[in-house]
Structure formats: structure tokens, C-alpha cells
């Protein structure tokens, strides 16, 4: 994706993904340089050598998604709250000869304006504050720059981080102001963003076809409902976060007003190991623990019974003392339940 912006009208942005939270609380990291070969995991990596040079995706997250869901019926979670992952963040990009052989070509065609371009070398040439694009800390440190998220190129909020290249030092921490720069919280919220769950259609007794006034039983087969993460990390910088989910709630919306949920709030909670009850012979007439009794029939269509668990969800990283809790997820699908009239045979 190419644009120009007001940090330096950069011609390219690398698009890899990223987000932060500016909202939720922020740790310290203390930052040195990893292997950058991001072993077991899947996404772009990169190191430095000894002169400071990085690869194009030296700032790139990297994934590890072995414990996390999968299989077609898989989706994200959705938050709870009114929280939704940025579009952009900040990491390191260039050393000192990358950012000069980066800027220089686009100050000498001319094409940002003799102003801007006179602004820029004062910046980053003439020591207002950084001279000679930081040469001295060549291997000591990497300017870094914004990135944008992975399918949020067209995004407004990808536009939002346009603050100038800016110098972070190994092993120290990028500027307080700058909240959108890359810490293991902000991992922690992009792994956040690539949780996988499994689909929450339940197991009804009767199936598919039931009764009206007839209670149906709704249980999940648990096995399905491990807790999962994602672990997302830059090796360049040496930090990393896990982020987990675990199931703690069913919700069943009975898809009509014509119904009675079991418990009256329709939300079954998971008791060691196991939502709702599988239904057992001889059982019919029982008050079931988690399930809906339909008062109407569903005509010639079938109601949609939508199945939603609520995920608990939170995170461990770098440099983090405990897990921080992350706002609660969910996910929900629905399935067809057909209501029929109790037929009476008159003699």
C-alpha cells in the first residue's frame, strides 16, 4: 500500500499486523535484541547485523497458533465491551543507513516539496534533535515506524499513527507519549485479535423436531470447549505475550418471544468441565438444567435458536508479574429448531 504522510511522506507502508489499546494499563518492558528466527511459529521474522541493518519485517509480529482453535467452524471472539483493535502501531523499521537510504531519494526528486524536504534533513541531518540519521548509534538502537494491520489497509484508523520516525536505544523502552508503540500488552491485544473458538451449535434433545410445551434439553459436548491462545512475540526485540481463552457461558436466545428459557436468563454457566445436562431416557418431562420450552409452533419454518458462549479471556507476557485480564469475548451461531402441534387422536 503506498501514501504519503506527515512523518516523512513515506512511499510504502509494510502492512503486518498489529494493535493497541490505549485504554487498558500499560508495563514496562526493558527491550533487547532476540534471534529473530521466531522458532515454531508462523509469520514473518527478521534480524540485525552487526550495523544496526534489519529486514523489512524486522518489526513484524510473529504467531505461534498451535494451541489456538481451528477447523471451518472456527471464528473470533467479539468483545464484550466497546474495545476494537487499532488499525496501526510503532516498531523498529530502519537503522541508520536504511532511514538515509530511504529518506534521501525522496528529498532529492523533490515530488514532498522544497519546505517539507528542508524540514526533514533539519530533523533527522542537522540535529534538530537527530544528526546525521544517528550514525554514532549504528547497532546501538533502530528508528521505528509505523505499521499497519493486516486487512485494515483501508481503514481510517490506519491513518492514526503519522507521529515521525523516532530513535529507540536497545534495551530501552519506547516513549511513554507514544501509546501505540509495540509492548507485550499490545501483543497481548493483537493475539487477542487472532483467537480461533469453536462453533457453538449444541446438542437439543429432541433434535431438530420438537414438541410445543415440550421441554428440550440443550447441552455442549465439552470436549470442544478447551481453553485456546495465541502466542505473539517479536523476536527482534526479545518480548512476547500468550494470550487465552476459556469458555464460561452459554447464552440461548430461543429465536421467539413465544418461549421459556431453563434458567429463566437463558445463560447456562460451566460447572467442572460441563455446560447443561445431555438428555437421558425417561428424562421427558423433567425440568431440564439448561435448555427452552417453546409455546407456539413454529408453522411451516423453523426457529432460529442462537447458541452464544461467553469467553473468558487473559494474558501472560514479558516482563509481567500474573495474568492481566483482557475484556470477556463471545461467540454464538445459530441452528434451525422446528416446533410442532401435539397431534390428539379423537375417538
Known amino acids: 500500500m503506498r501514501r504519503v504522510s506527515g512523518r516523512g511522506r513515506t512511499l510504502a507502508l509494510s502492512v503486518i499486523v498489529a494493535l493497541s489499546v490505549a485504554a487498558l494499563p500499560g508495563t514496562a518492558a526493558a527491550?533487547?535484541?532476540?534471534?529473530g528466527q521466531g522458532s515454531g511459529t508462523t509469520g514473518p521474522s527478521g534480524n540485525a547485523d552487526d550495523k544496526g541493518n534489519i529486514s523489512a519485517t524486522a518489526g513484524a509480529v510473529v504467531f505461534d497458533r498451535s494451541k489456538n482453535g481451528s477447523g471451518q467452524s472456527a471464528g473470533p471472539v467479539t468483545s464484550t465491551t466497546t474495545w476494537t483493535p487499532p488499525a496501526c502501531y510503532y516498531a523498529p523499521k530502519y537503522s541508520p543507513d536504511q532511514l538515509k537510504k530511504?529518506?534521501?531519494?525522496i528529498w532529492g526528486a523533490g515530488s514532498t516539496g522544497y519546505e517539507w524536504d528542508a524540514s526533514q534533513r533539519d530533523r533527522y541531518v542537522n540535529g534538530h534533535p537527530y544528526k546525521d540519521f544517528n550514525k554514532d548509534k549504528a547497532g546501538k538502537g533502530y528508528w521505528w515506524d509505523s505499521y499497519v494491520t493486516e486487512g485494515r489497509e483501508g481503514d481510517p484508523g490506519a491513518l492514526d499513527c503519522?507521529?515521525?520516525y523516532f530513535w529507540v536505544d536497545t534495551n530501552d523502552d519506547p516513549p511513554a507519549d507514544i501509546p501505540e508503540a509495540i509492548t507485550p500488552e499490545?501483543?497481548?491485544?493483537l493475539a487477542y485479535a487472532e483467537i480461533r473458538v469453536?462453533?457453538?451449535k449444541v446438542d437439543l434433545a429432541p433434535e431438530g423436531t420438537t414438541k410445543v410445551n415440550l421441554p428440550t434439553w440443550a447441552w455442549l459436548d465439552t470436549a470442544k470447549f478447551k481453553p485456546v491462545s495465541v502466542t505473539a512475540s517479536v523476536p527482534l526485540l526479545g518480548i512476547e505475550a500468550t494470550t487465552t481463552a476459556e469458555p464460561v457461558a452459554l447464552k440461548i436466545e430461543p429465536g421467539t418471544d413465544d418461549a421459556t428459557t431453563y434458567p429463566?436468563?437463558?445463560v447456562c454457566e460451566f460447572d467442572s468441565g460441563h455446560i447443561g445436562e445431555p438428555y437421558a431416557k425417561g428424562k421427558s418431562e423433567e425440568t431440564p438444567p439448561c435448555g427452552v420450552r417453546y409455546l407456539r409452533s413454529s408453522g411451516d419454518g423453523a426457529y432460529k435458536l442462537k447458541a452464544t458462549i461467553t469467553w473468558k479471556i487473559h494474558w501472560t507476557g514479558t516482563g509481567v508479574a500474573g495474568a492481566q485480564r483482557l475484556p470477556e469475548g463471545t461467540f454464538g451461531a445459530t441452528q434451525d429448531v422446528i416446533v410442532q402441534e401435539i397431534q390428539?387422536?379423537?375417538?
Do not use: C, I
Open 31 to 35: 527491550y533487547g535484541p532476540g534471534d
Open 102 to 105: 530511504h529518506l534521501e531519494p
Open 162 to 164: 503519522d507521529k515521525p
Open 186 to 189: 499490545r501483543l497481548a491485544q
Open 198 to 200: 469453536p462453533s457453538t
Open 264 to 266: 429463566a436468563s437463558g
Open 344 to 347: 390428539a387422536v379423537n375417538r
